[in-house]
């Protein structure tokens, strides 16, 4: 029963609660007469109308009691009445038991309305309450049955306190109390006006707990104990004895067996627990389905079966295959069997069906029988320091071993054992286990060694994706090389392998770090700015010649940096030699001299100034020459000054002057002026500054951005100059302080150029003149005035200034140069850098068109090359073709000059097809790298079109410079193609093959000599040519006839030799011989003679000899005497063994004295050996032991889970 909204909180209370009391209002009871309390099965049947309203009793009938009243007298007439469908219930509520409403104990007449009001909208029934004077509660409940029952309960619920009550009822009877889908229970919740709840079935809880008034716990206990006393009558328990490990198959996949045994029969299993060791299944249901459920249980009992397959744990992978394949082809057509490894045992445990298992044993057994003639397994012990060396990088070792023998390699790095296991077939095992033991052998005596490099070079070893390190690698190919990590910060490189290829290794590395170190000295040269274009050159061709001659890196300061210093990097002869030639180009473009004046030494720290700002001073009004003191501590008085001449004069009489002024008189005053009026101060090229010291006599000094105080100025010189100098500069500055508004009128089609790239132009007007504000109109408007506010020396200047640009503007013009759009690229250069030199050495501005597609990988669409051809046939100019040069005229034809110099043109060079392989060299790398040195492209022909045309293209000069490079390439190449004709001379000498072996010596050494000293081949022919004899000879002619008189010399002695053929027992030979040919070698060498023993099918009696005719005679006679040696023992030999062998049996069939055959011995008969051997397959010979029970671990599992 689903509680209400509105019920009350159940009160668990001990004390005895008493029960709702019916009134029957037709008889009133006597208030002195105690109310009857109703047993408990009356409680709640309700009264009928005749009950409650009997028929009045006839005249002269005696009244008796409603008790009294006959039966038949009150329902005489009952057949003839039409039953009521609505019905009127009265019950009370004791004071005692009274819930409390609204908070307290008293009887709220609202809250108590409302109740009764929501019951009635609820349930349809009409609810009349009243009160006593003993404060209980009478309720009149009309409507019909459902109704009034329901709304009793919600009544009582609500208005009398709820009690608890706990009764125990078996397990099994549960499921009865619920009924099916729980209906019986709803009812009974229904009929008792109670709560019952009854625990989950996972819950072993056996206890059924009633929450409700006491009738109705009352009522729902008596119903729930009668359910469950007919159930105790109809149910009988089995029990039987089923093997423990069947017991999960009696379960089922979560209880699914059982709930199906409960499902069909009505009965219930009982299994032990897991923990228990019985093997006890209880039965608990109807009689007359035992008997059903018992056979259930026992099929489901025996439908699977266990077996075991030993196989040994290393073989188990084998068995499953590579993801499964192996066992795989055994479960698929087996679905029911389920497998698993057992890994601590070393055995498969096979579960399912009967038949399925016996088929996946009988397959399983098959497998493991043909694994194991096919594969074995060996163990190494090997330090474990050598593993990551055996593994390999990213597993190549190990996987190239693998892949070679098809063997498993298994190596425990983890556990840090030193066993390697190898498993496989028997052949692969053993290359394996030998290739391992090889590796290890050499792994031993390999050796370690570091090498300083320093970090900053590492790169450079390694180069681009590491294509320099791969060389050093392919040349010491048993070398590993290993270089820090960046963050490491180490300059140790690691290099391990064998001895001598460590130690050559070791010093290849050392000489590249050392030529490195020498490569990367770095030197610096003060050229004076004004002359770097000049070190530059045109399209920088000089710098870059200078570059490619010295080898060095050449870099100049940035138009940023405030520096004349250029920084050579390189070898240092390189570097001095190019320092030179800088410093010559600087000495011939302008008459750079060195002067030396004398200055008191107590004058030169007042001379250099704070910070050195008077000497820096002078050196940037001077041109930016060098003006050297000497140090403190020579107490020397010369000063050293050096550059262009006429800036040097200049220097050298500004510092005599003021040398002159230092020792007549030495003041310094300082004046203070705002930042951004220090430029106008100075004037355009120092002009203002310049103007109040030749007025003066006075130094005036402005603070650098190293300053702290930027609006400092410092006034150096006599008393009365430096006064002078500060009383003008105040004015000036008084004059600045003052803001004045001026207008001017700029050509609008001028605005652009002041206002473009955000303002840079009158960015840098505002910081020459004094922070000046210069308004242009806004874009739209048309207005040709321009507004300027601020100092008015500063809006004088800037106006100036504006006019000035605006007179270059005028002046400037618009060229337009037509370059084809494919080399626009080329043209700029890497990031614009070629386009840029010529704006800066021209001064002049320069747009290249936007790309539109039209060519494609750098290829033209069409066959129109510079233009497209109309109608008409006249060549029409591509806007994508143009570029556009603004500056001033001769500025820009100097740079469209330059421009078309940077286009690529095409010349064509004749080479010879048989030289382009040569040109092209290994994998393009000779004429990748002529492109690269010369920055052109070499276009070589196919193969195919058997061309010897060979196109260049690059700028004019480039491709001159690599046409002249191919053709000293070309002049090469024939010249070694003359060689190689000289040295392909042969000639061809006839020598009897039985001098071949003296001519090639022992291991070549004789041959090797003379190959060597003359510098020829010498080819021998095959053995059984039909050309043996001939021996071909190829060198140089001059070389050939030596070689050729040398090898005829050693046949001439030859020929002086004599050959004696022999003839000794075949079977001393081996013994002649000796091991390994050591004795007849110390024959031979004794005697000075040659020993030849039978090949093939020569005579295998028949031994030659060869040498001087004493050697050869003394030599026979020894060997004769050895042969007479030997035989005596071979035949001693001999004769013992004939003595030693058994004689044969007599023939079969003889007899012997005794009567028997002699073939057939002692004969016993009726002996046991004599009997028939048992019969294998006989079930007589070996009857049946029974299915064996094994216990079984639980590791790795194989096959559908069941």
Wanted: aromatic share 4%; net charge negative.
């Amino acid at each position: 029963m689903d509680p209400t909204p509105l019920q009350q909180t159940v009160m668990e209370s001990p004390e005895v609660i008493s029960h709702p009391q019916e009134v029957d209002l037709g008889a009133p009871a006597s208030p002195t007469d105690p109310p009857t309390t109703p047993n408990a099965d009356q409680a709640y049947e309700p009264l009928s109308y005749d009950e409650l309203f009997p028929a009045l009793p006839t005249a002269g009938v005696t009244q008796t009691s409603a008790s009294e009243v006959p039966q038949d007298n009150w329902m005489k007439h009952s057949d003839m009445r039409i039953a009521s469908t609505v019905i009127t219930q009265v019950f009370r509520v004791p004071y005692e038991e009274r819930a409390k409403i609204d908070g307290n104990s008293q009887f709220g007449e609202s809250a108590s309305s409302r109740i009764c009001a929501d019951i009635t909208s609820r349930t349809g029934a009409h609810i009349e309450i009243s009160s006593a004077k003993d404060q209980s509660l009478t309720f009149l409940v009309t409507g019909k049955n459902e109704a009034v029952t329901k709304a009793r309960r919600l009544v009582l619920d609500k208005f009398q306190t709820q009690a608890r009550h706990i009764i125990k009822i078996p397990k099994d009877h549960h499921r009865f109390i619920l009924g099916k889908k729980g209906k019986k229970l709803q009812d009974l919740e229904m009929n008792t006006a109670s709560k019952i709840q009854v625990p989950n079935s996972k819950d072993n809880s056996d206890e059924i707990i009633i929450v409700g008034t006491r009738e109705g716990i009352e009522k729902a206990v008596h119903e729930i104990q009668l359910i469950s006393d007919e159930q105790e009558r109809k149910c009988q328990t089995v029990s039987v004895e089923v093997r423990k490990s069947q017991h999960k198959y009696v379960i089922g996949p979560r209880g699914a067996n059982i709930a199906e045994i409960l499902h069909e029969t009505g009965v219930s299993v009982e299994m032990p627990s897991s923990e228990s060791s019985t093997g006890t299944i209880t039965l608990r249901g109807p009689q007359d389905k035992l008997g059903q459920a018992l056979t259930l249980v026992y099929a489901k009992a025996n439908s699977v079966v266990q077996a075991d397959v030993e196989a040994p744990t290393w073989l188990h992978k084998f068995i499953i295959g590579r993801k499964g394949a192996n066992i795989r082809q055994i479960t698929q057509d087996l679905p029911k069997v389920h497998v698993e490894f057992t890994d601590k045992q070393g055995g498969i445990n096979l579960e399912g069906p009967p038949e399925e298992v016996e088929k996946a044993r009988e397959k399983l057994e098959n497998m493991i029988a043909e694994m194991q003639s096919k594969l074995c397994f060996e163990e190494i012990t090997v330090d474990p320091k050598f593993y990551k060396h055996i593994i390999g990088k990213s597993g190549s070792n190990i996987n190239r071993i693998r892949n070679d023998t098809g063997v498993l390699i298994n190596i425990s790095e983890a556990d840090g054992s030193s066993l390697i296991r190898l498993e496989g077939s028997p052949e692969g095992v053993s290359q394996a286990k030998k290739e391992l033991e090889e590796l290890v052998t050499k792994m031993e005596n390999e050796k370690e060694r570091d090498i300083v490099i320093e970090q900053r070079f590492h790169r450079t070893v390694i180069g681009t994706k590491g294509d320099k390190i791969k060389e050093i690698r392919d040349k010491f190919n048993q070398v590993q090389i290993s270089f820090p990590d960046p963050g490491e910060q180490s300059d140790v490189v690691k290099i391990r392998g064998p001895k001598d290829d460590v130690d050559h290794c070791y010093t290849y590395l050392k000489k590249v770090s050392r030529d490195l170190i020498e490569s990367s000295y770095q030197v610096k040269v003060s050229i004076f700015r004004q002359f770097h274009k000049f070190i530059i050159g045109k399209g920088g061709a000089n710098i870059n010649k200078i570059r490619e001659e010295t080898s060095t890196r050449i870099d100049l300061p940035s138009e940023g940096q405030n520096s004349d210093e250029i920084t050579i990097t390189g070898k240092k002869e390189n570097c001095e030699k190019a320092r030179e030639r800088i410093q010559k180009i600087q000495d011939e473009l302008a008459s750079i001299v060195e002067v030396d004046i004398i200055i008191p030494a107590k004058f030169h720290n007042s001379m250099i100034g704070a910070g050195g700002k008077l000497i820096q001073s002078i050196s940037e009004d001077c041109g930016g020459v060098a003006i050297k003191f000497p140090p403190p501590e020579k107490s020397s008085d010369k000063v050293t000054i050096r550059g262009p001449k006429e800036d040097v004069y200049k220097a050298k009489q500004i510092l005599v002057d003021l040398s002159n002024e230092k020792q007549l008189a030495s003041y310094t005053t300082e004046v203070r002026a705002r930042q951004q009026h220090h430029r106008f101060l100075i004037g355009r090229n120092g002009a203002n500054i310049r103007k109040i010291r030749d007025a003066t006599g006075a130094r005036i000094i402005f603070p650098t951005e190293k300053d702290e105080d930027k609006e400092l100025i410092t006034i150096m010189g006599k008393k009365e100059s430096i006064a002078l100098a500060k009383e003008q500069l105040e004015a000036i500055i008084k004059e600045l302080d003052l803001i004045v508004e001026d207008t001017m009128t700029v050509d609008p089609k001028h605005h652009r150029h002041f206002v473009a790239r955000r303002g840079e132009v009158l960015r840098q007007i505002a910081e020459q003149y004094g922070g000046v504000t210069v308004s242009f109109p806004r874009s739209g408007v048309q207005s040709d005035r321009v507004t300027l506010k601020g100092a008015k020396e500063c809006v004088e200047g800037a106006k100036a200034r504006i006019q000035e640009i605006v007179n270059d503007l005028d002046e400037m013009v618009h060229i337009e140069v037509i370059i084809p759009q494919k080399y626009h690229r080329t043209v700029m250069g890497a990031r614009g850098s070629k386009v840029q030199a010529i704006t800066t050495e021209f001064e002049v501005q320069i747009k290249f068109p936007e790309k539109d597609g039209y060519y494609v990988n750098g290829e033209d669409g069409q066959a129109q090359v510079n233009g497209d051809v109309d109608g008409e046939g006249e060549v029409v100019t591509r806007p994508q073709d143009i570029v556009h040069i603004v500056g001033k005229k001769d500025k820009c034809e100097a740079a469209r000059a330059a421009l078309l110099n940077l286009v690529p043109v095409t010349v064509e060079e004749n080479v010879a097809f048989r030289h382009h392989r040569y040109i092209i060299g290994q994998k393009g790398e000779n004429v990748r790298n002529m492109m690269t040195d010369y920055d052109v492209n070499i276009q070589v022909p196919p193969a195919q079109e058997q061309s010897d045309i060979i196109r260049i293209t690059g700028p004019p000069a480039h491709t001159e410079r690599a046409r002249e490079a191919l053709r000293e390439k070309v002049r090469q190449l024939e010249d070694e193609e003359l060689d190689r004709q000289a040295r392909s001379f042969h000639i061809c000498v006839e020598v009897d093959p039985e001098y071949h072996p003296k001519i090639i010596g022992r291991r070549g050494a004789v041959i090797s000599k003379i190959r060597e000293k003359h510098e020829v081949n010498i080819q021998f022919p095959p053995r059984g040519d039909p050309k043996e004899h001939i021996i071909t000879i190829t060198g140089y002619e001059k070389n050939v006839n030596e070689a050729k008189a040398a090898i005829l010399a050693i046949t001439g002695e030859l020929d002086k030799m004599v050959k004696y053929t022999v003839e000794l027992d075949s079977r001393v030979h081996s013994r002649l011989i000796g091991s390994r040919g050591r004795a007849i070698k110390k024959v031979m060498e004794e005697f000075k003679v040659e020993i030849k023993f039978p090949r093939g099918d020569d005579d295998p009696n028949l031994v030659t000899i060869m040498g001087a005719a004493e050697d050869v005679e003394e030599c026979k006679d020894h060997l004769l005497n050895l042969m007479e040696e030997y035989m005596q023992d071979i035949v001693e030999k001999e004769d013992l063994e004939v003595y030693m062998t058994p004689k044969p049996s007599p023939v079969s069939g003889e007899t012997s004295p005794g009567g028997l055959k002699r073939n057939e011995g002692f004969v016993v008969s009726g002996a046991p050996w004599a009997q028939e051997a048992p019969n294998m397959n006989s079930s007589e010979d070996f009857p049946s032991m029974g299915a064996p029970v094994v216990t079984h671990a639980a590791p790795t599992i194989w096959g559908p889970r069941r």
